[in-house]
């Protein structure tokens, strides 16, 4: 009981019984209370606009129910509505779920443009099918996305066949922890899927980024390689590479398209331009070594060539290089080390060519190593030169004239019992034989000289044999063999040589 004159608090307040829409302490239209209970089936709390009521605002009821001023149909739960009726949001009491609506400014329901829900099932507003997980959709174009844990989905309404789709993979063992990323089919089969990987759980397989090609469905591609990029094509005889890098319009050939490098260069090891050249360096200064094409069917590298094991031109090699230093460098354990093989009959030009600057320029050298010298040297004539590797050349046989093939300071050793010389024999030849008639004989030859060297000897006896001797000779024409006895019928052979 409270002392006289001391003002009550307010629990001890007496306040008149309550009339409709009269609160006790309060204004009209206020409610002020500690609790505020709602029973009853289809009983509860409903919130409008206007004074009076113009439209429902709000509704908050354990099940479905109507509103108690304009008899509208509400979803258990909590919904609000727009100033015509239509439903923009609701909690679902019985889903479990949540849901969004196009506002159309209008009585017409909106399409649903968002919900989340941990079951599938159906709209309680619009009476349509709902996914698993956070599902929001475009109210114009119907494209959706779908959130279901560590999985987005991504559709164009009704346009694909296979939506896109966005994951986050768990690895497992040498298996890698991954985000896929996949790309949308639209009727055909087949598209486009990216790997992003952290290490495997067992540490052997390292990051790595994988594009691939797959089939219609979500199963990860596997990785080949331990690559920091792979690129995978389940397709052969493709038109187009697996990598293409395209430069912009106005770009120029020398565009640098690609390039390699080791930490702490300062320059690319390798780059290819946008012209197709690749180019070489040391990483420390430029490319020095550049190998482009420079024609139609034509190619040029720009530097020394080292082969360790078979060089093969199915066309053609083309090789410039300095006045001094090596251009080509062939070397290997054993095998024929540089080799050419013709496959048209009747090639107009050689398979193996070497062109010199001038005549007489040294073309091909063979030596041993430890060599001071070659034991072979070929030169742009055709000169060929012999020597011992260790001192200069002493044999040379070579061109010296139209027709004549001159060996220098040499002699010829045949050197194998039962070969010799063989010599064409025939009309005009350098050997023959000519028939004794009544112990003389013209043989007409055009190559006979003034000095020709005629040596005679009887090859058949005919008749009475006498002594063989040269008569007389036309040079350009004709020799005459004259025996000492006109008996003699013997058949004569002959040969001419050229005094050197």
């Known amino acids: 009981m409270p002392w006289r004159g001391l003002p009550r608090r307010p629990d001890q307040r007496h ?127 119907g494209g959706q996305i779908s959130v279901v844990g560590a999985t987005i989905d991504f559709a164009a309404g009704a346009s694909f066949s296979q939506t896109a789709e966005v994951k986050a993979n768990p690895g497992a063992g040498a298996v890698s922890p991954n985000l896929s990323l996949s790309a949308p089919e639209q009727s055909v089969s087949g598209h486009l899927v990216m790997l992003m990987q952290g290490t495997s759980p067992d540490g052997t397989h390292l990051g790595q980024f ?79 070594v550049t190998l482009a094409r420079t024609g139609a069917a034509a190619a040029t590298l720009t530097g020394a060539l080292s082969v360790s094991a078979l060089l093969t031109a199915l066309a053609g090699l083309s090789v410039t290089g300095g006045a001094t230093a090596d251009t080509v460098a062939v070397s290997g354990a054993g095998g024929a080390r540089f080799k050419v093989t013709e496959t048209a009959g009747a090639p107009a030009a050689p398979p193996s060519q070497f062109i010199s600057l001038t005549a007489g320029d ?38 010296s004239a139209a027709n004549t093939l001159q060996l220098l300071t040499a002699d010829l050793d045949i050197a194998t019992a039962g070969r010799g010389l063989q010599i064409k024999e025939g009309a005009n030849a350098r050997m023959g034989t000519a028939i004794l008639v009544a112990g003389t004989v013209t043989v007409a030859n055009t190559t006979i000289t003034a000095a020709t060297r005629i040596l005679l000897t009887a090859q058949v006896l005919g008749g009475t044999q006498g002594i063989l001797r040269v008569a007389g000779r036309v040079a350009g024409t004709s020799f005459t063999i004259t025996s000492s006895n006109a008996a003699d019928t013997s058949t004569v052979a002959w040969l001419l040589i050229e005094p050197g």
Do not use: C, H
């Not at 969004?100 to 989340?116: E, T």
């Not at 199963?219 to 792979?230: G, M």
């Not at 060929?384 to 050349?393: F, Q, V």
């Open 362 to 399: 040294r073309s091909i050298g063979l030596e041993v190593t430890g060599d001071t010298n070659f034991r072979l040297r070929i030169d742009s004539n055709g000169r060929l030169d012999w020597s011992s590797g260790t001192a200069g050349p002493d044999v040379a046989l070579l061109r």
């Open 210 to 288: 994988l594009i691939a090609r797959v089939a219609t469905g979500f199963t990860l591609p596997v990785p080949v390689t331990s690559a920091l990029i792979e690129f995978q094509s389940p397709t052969t005889g493709l038109a187009d590479a697996l990598l293409q890098l395209i430069t912009a319009a106005a770009g120029v050939a020398g565009d640098n398209m690609l390039g390699l490098r080791v930490s702490g260069d300062t320059f690319n090891r390798l780059r290819v331009n946008a012209d197709g050249s690749i180019k070489w360096g040391p990483g420390n200064a430029g490319q020095d």
């Open 15 to 141: 306040e008149p019984a309550e009339r409709p829409g009269i609160i006790p302490g309060g204004r009209a239209g206020i409610l002020r209370a500690r609790v505020v209970i709602v029973s009853g089936p289809g009983n509860g709390l409903f919130v409008y606009r206007g004074s009076p009521p113009a439209s429902l605002a709000s509704s908050d009821v354990g099940m479905a129910t109507t509103d108690p001023l304009f008899g509208r149909t509400v979803p258990a739960g909590y919904a609000t509505y727009n100033a015509f009726g239509a439903v923009t949001s609701l909690l679902s009491a019985d889903k479990s779920a949540f849901f969004q609506y196009n506002d159309n400014v209008s009585a017409v329901q909106g399409s649903r443009i968002l919900s989340i829900a941990s079951v599938a099932g159906t709209d309680p507003v619009t009476g349509t099918g709902y996914g698993i997980g956070l599902v929001g959709t475009d109210p114009v174009f």
